[in-house]
């Protein structure tokens, strides 16, 4: 029998709808919230009053996208956390009142574990090659930088994390201080393409084991370009390209050395002599330059690599619907009693 399940995410600035048949896709809705760009930031009581705007219409276009009834959906998954608890609220409220009002089950998904699970999304024909258990994820988004051992759908732990700075806010926080919009990460992404990597070594830190530092990077990004200021009031702009390109070129350069000795040092855990697969996701995930590292890798050292569709990389809610999808096959739902959190549950 097939199942239809709808997904809410409104964890951050994007409202998303999405409706899937088992693990297909059938629609992926979403909007985004342009207000914040002229605050350099997400400002939260914006974004929920933006999703209290636009879910109605959202959940409504992606219901019809899906070419179904509403009556015809087994389950509504929504996003728990984390993220900002105003805009989780409003997914939230919803997803209960919706399976309220259609009496089918409710089940809550983690943003982060969604991320991960976005590599399980099929296309129509089921043709598109999934990620085998157990494996390496690097999960960057604008919030989190994660190395997670993927055991399974639902088992998933933490080996090594940022220790300060998400890849996402180096990304975001660079780019404000170039004075450049945001979100930062796909403005330098494309300003680097026609950039010298090499032009500025900023500082790469040295954290012992898995885990990141990106504080010290923003801080030589900082300092550094208050010095050229001095000199010359127009350096950022007479060397914009270069200095994106060269950022770039240090946060990934530090995402893939960390990535290097996670793939080993799983490897060792699980006592196989072969690496395990190794995905990325979350928004990082869609910058051109860490696509590239990954792929050099796959063609010089054999790794077996799996990066998401650019429609999967950032916030959506395709990913919260399969992550719900295999929630569901093991009839895991919560009550109307649930609430959202704003930070991170540990390991599960
Ligand atoms: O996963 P996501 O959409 O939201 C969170 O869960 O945080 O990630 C957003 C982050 C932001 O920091 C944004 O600048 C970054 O992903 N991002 C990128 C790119 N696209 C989005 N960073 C670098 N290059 C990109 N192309
Ligand atoms: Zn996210």
Known sequence: MQHYILGIESS??????AVIRDDVILS???ASQDVHKIYGGVVPELASRAHQQNII???DTAIRKANIEKKELSAVAFTRGPGLLGSLLVGTSFAKAFSLGLNIPLIEVDHLHAHILCHFIRNETRTNVVPSFPFLCLTVSGGHTQFVLVRSHTQMEIIGETLDDAAGEAFDKSAKIMGLPYPGGPVIDKLAQSGDPDRFPFARPSIPGLDFSFSGLKTSVLYFIRDEL????????HNVNDLCASIQAA????????LSLAAAEVKQRLGTDRLPDIAIAGGVSANSGLRKALEEARDRRGWNIFIPPLAYSTDNAAMIAVAGYFKFLKGDFVSQEVAPYARSLRDT
């Open 12 to 17: 951050c600035d994007d409202t998303s709808a």
């Open 28 to 30: 992926n809705v979403i």
């Open 57 to 59: 219409p959202v959940i």
């Open 230 to 237: 001095r000199k010359d009031p127009y350096f950022i702009e």
């Open 251 to 258: 946060i990934v350069g530090i995402l893939m050395s960390k």
